[in-house]
């Protein structure tokens, strides 16, 4: 059957308009990949590369496992997109310098424009962006949310004015702040509970790492990544760095937003809600996972074979990645390669193996220079956040 022909009867089944089930079960194999391309980019993010991310919702796009190989930086157009609620109209595109930020809980409170933020000395970091629920799809339980494969993750860099600075420069923050909390720019509708505000709050101690952002990989942040003004904190989980940010406060309690209080807790499987006083999702754990090869790529050839993918530390730089093809039975040191963009970036790793005919559980595991290391099991969560389990991201291959 080709493509073409294909692609309308499935059109019409999502749409809803008329589809017999036979039409649809006549689709075979090509269902699941029309599906997909059937599900296109939204406009705000139009501009990213199709062919290469999996568009779970118009809010919810990651990047496909096969796409993530080339290179220590991801592209823009290869970063994956998660909002919890509508972004803000583009508009606010329209006069980047005259976009606000207000930053409260030091001695003398302003909001910055900015432009002024432009006339600062400014600072590039390099961090490993993701999502807290990213490897959700691996937890059997099946959490609600995305199930993110590993593809809600980037390495990117940030440019812009480190937060320390801007607190040096109005005095210091208030005496017993303890949390640095981002106020998201998006118009809460009216009507709706101001707690559905986006607004995160984050041990104080995060703002020695902490940049309010303009430029992502050299360029003016996107709307779809937080353009004008994102608040980075490196190091800890994406829903921590604020898009569109719009205040910024040295706080004494976190934020009553329920994004805050009652979601990104690792809460007991069996909990029946989010309880506020369990851990919040804040700093990432060390993770790392294979690119290549994978099962999609087919059948391999006996003999040696390149392993290659990604690994961070999270606050920690990368000391050390080791691969298996026996499923942890074994291991052996990879090698680090390509560029070494400080303790939030992610090192990629290679390690030539030799493989024989069989089928064949390819794994890699991180240690910090802290000496944590990637453990083999997840933890339980009602939510599916933090999955970081080596033996979750191991895959499969099968060599002739
Ligand atoms: N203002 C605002 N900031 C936000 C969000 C949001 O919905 N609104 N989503 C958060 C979440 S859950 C993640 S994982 C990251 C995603 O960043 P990205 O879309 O640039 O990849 O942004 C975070 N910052
Ligand atoms: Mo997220």
Redesign the pocket.
């Given at each position: 059957m080709s493509l073409h022909f294909a692609v309308n009867p499935l059109r019409r089944a999502l749409l809803g308009v008329s589809a017999s089930a036979a039409a649809m079960a006549s689709l075979g194999p090509w269902r699941s990949a029309l599906a997909q391309a059937a599900r296109p980019l939204p406009a705000f993010a139009a501009w990213k590369d199709a062919g290469a991310m999996i568009v779970h919702s118009p809010?919810t796009?990651e990047l496909r496992r096969s796409a993530m190989g080339d290179g220590v930086i991801t592209p823009a157009k290869h970063?994956?997109?998660?909002?919890?609620?509508a972004?803000p109209s583009a508009d606010i595109l329209n006069d980047r310098d005259a976009w606000e930020v207000q930053v409260d809980g030091v001695r003398r409170p302003r909001a910055f424009r900015l432009a002024d933020l432009k006339k600062m000395p400014t600072e590039t970091v390099t961090m490993v962006?993701?999502?807290?629920?990213?490897g959700r799809g691996m937890f059997p339980s099946k959490p609600s949310g995305t199930p993110w494969q590993v593809g809600?993750a980037?390495c990117v860099m940030w440019t812009g004015v480190p937060l320390r600075a801007l607190v040096r420069e109005l005095g210091g923050m208030d005496a017993g702040a303890k949390f640095l909390t981002g106020?998201?720019?998006?118009v809460i509708p009216a009507g709706l509970d101001p707690k559905t505000r986006?607004e995160?709050s984050v041990p104080v101690a995060a703002m020695e790492d902490a940049l309010l952002a303009w430029e992502l990989n050299g360029q003016p942040i996107p709307l779809?990544?937080?353009g004008p003004l994102?608040l980075i904190v490196p190091g800890f989980?994406?829903?921590?760095?604020?898009?569109?940010?719009k205040r910024v406060g040295f706080t004494h309690a976190e934020s009553d937003s329920s994004?805050q209080q009652a979601d990104?807790r690792m809460s007991a499987p069996n909990a029946k809600t989010m309880n506020p006083a369990d851990p919040s999702v804040w700093q990432m754990p060390p993770k790392s996972w294979i690119n290549s090869p994978l099962p999609e790529g087919g059948t391999l050839r006996a003999g040696a074979a390149v392993i290659k993918g990604v690994a961070f530390g999270g606050t920690n730089a990368v000391k050390q990645v080791e691969v298996s093809t026996d499923g942890g039975a074994t291991w052996k040191v990879a090698a680090l390669v390509g560029p070494d963009l400080g303790r939030f970036a992610w090192r990629e790793f290679a390690a030539t193996v030799d493989l024989t005919s069989g089928s064949h559980q390819l794994a890699s595991r991180v240690t910090d220079v802290k000496g944590r290391t990637q453990p083999e099991t997840r933890i339980e969560n009602k939510a599916g956040y933090l999955n970081s389990s080596w033996r979750d991201h191991a895959v499969t291959v099968t060599v002739a």
């Open positions: 809010n796009i970063l994956y997109v998660r909002n919890n609620i972004p962006l993701q999502c807290s629920g990213n809600a980037g106020t998201g720019g998006e986006i995160r779809a990544h937080g994102r989980t994406g829903v921590n760095s604020i898009k569109y940010v994004i990104y």
